[in-house]
């Protein structure tokens, strides 16, 4: 049985249930956040060390501002009412991804990260303004800066998910099969599963059932 220590998740599909079921993309953003609770109340039971979270790619800047409010009120809101709780359930909170936010919701940021280090249980990386060739391009701009060699060890160093084990597992929902400038590099032996269902529809269920479907999965890292 495969040992699982890192999931990653594309949270994809809550514009789509907001709009067939509320008539606002919005609305399925906010029902999207039950689910990211949901989750990770699963997670710290199958004891998983590390959950990354796609919550706001370098390219969802292109949506409209009404939209990019709204979300970032949700994480402001989210952050301000549970980052208390999640600090006494033992979690940590990492930001992956550049934070030029306002100062308020950047201050928050760091302050929630702060707080959080030294917790052990479950690091929720929580991917924001995060876009992987970006990512991939300054670490490469470093290691030529600082005169290093080319190697993955040193390229690793520079990458917004340092000292962060490589996902086991990818999960995107919303039945689409891409991976959207999401941890290109760290996820060359990643096992992927597409989900069809929207991201609000996600439950404990089909979680469950993608890792065990998982841990029974033949991994062979490129040998026979
Ligand atoms: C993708 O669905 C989802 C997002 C861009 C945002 C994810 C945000 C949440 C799950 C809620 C907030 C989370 C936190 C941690 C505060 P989409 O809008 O691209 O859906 P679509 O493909 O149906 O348009």
Redesign the pocket.
């Known amino acids: 049985m495969n040992l699982l220590n890192h999931v990653a998740i594309i949270?994809?599909?809550?514009?789509?249930?907001g709009l067939k079921y509320k008539n606002s993309?919005n609305a399925?953003?906010k029902e999207?956040?039950k689910?990211?609770e949901k989750i990770i109340k699963q997670t710290i039971r199958h004891k998983i060390k590390f959950l990354t979270?796609?919550?706001?790619?370098t390219e969802?800047w292109k949506r409209p501002k009404k939209e990019i409010n709204y979300?970032f009120n949700?994480?402001e809101n989210?952050l301000n009412h549970r980052i208390n709780e999640l600090y006494k359930q033992n979690i940590r909170l990492k930001i992956i991804g550049v934070k030029n936010f306002s100062s308020k919701l950047n201050k928050l940021l760091n302050a929630s990260e702060k707080k959080t280090s030294k917790n052990k249980k479950l690091q929720i990386n929580?991917a924001l303004n995060y876009g992987s060739k970006f990512e991939l391009i300054n670490a490469f701009k470093t290691l030529y800066k600082k005169k290093e060699k080319i190697n993955e060890k040193n390229l690793s160093k520079y990458l917004q998910t340092k000292n962060i084990p490589d996902p086991d597992l990818l999960i995107r929902t919303?039945n689409?099969k891409r991976l959207s400038n999401f941890l290109l590099w760290q996820l060359a032996y990643s096992e992927i599963f597409f989900e069809k269902k929207?991201?609000p529809e996600f439950n404990e269920k089909d979680y469950n059932k993608i890792i065990k479907k998982f841990k029974n999965i033949k991994r062979n890292f490129g040998k026979i």
């Open positions: 949270m994809d599909g809550n514009g789509r249930w993309r399925g953003h999207g956040l689910t990211v979270l796609y919550a706001f790619s969802n979300l949700l994480l989210f929580l919303g689409t929207l991201w």
